[in-house]
């Protein structure tokens, strides 16, 4: 895996209370810029919904740290 900085993500959240919308429309966000690999684990379109997964779910971790 290789890190990716999202372009447009600090638009979407700046001044915003974090909720599930804003979630929704980061890891939206993270699908699309997400260019991953098909090969024999998985294809390129499952790879960027896991990357959705994630993201949201690294959101949901964070807020209840918080």
């Known amino acids: 895996p290789i890190p990716l900085v999202l372009e447009g993500v600090g638009t979407i959240l700046k001044n915003q209370p974090v909720g ?3 979630i929704e429309a980061v890891a939206d ?3 699309k810029q997400a ?21 949201t779910r690294a ?7 918080t």
């Open 35 to 55: 260019r991953p690999i098909s090969d024999m684990r998985g294809t390129s379109e499952f790879r960027k919904h896991l990357s959705a997964v994630m993201i």
């Open 59 to 65: 959101f949901h971790k964070a807020i209840q740290r």
């Open 29 to 31: 966000e993270g699908k």
């Open 20 to 22: 599930d919308h804003i």
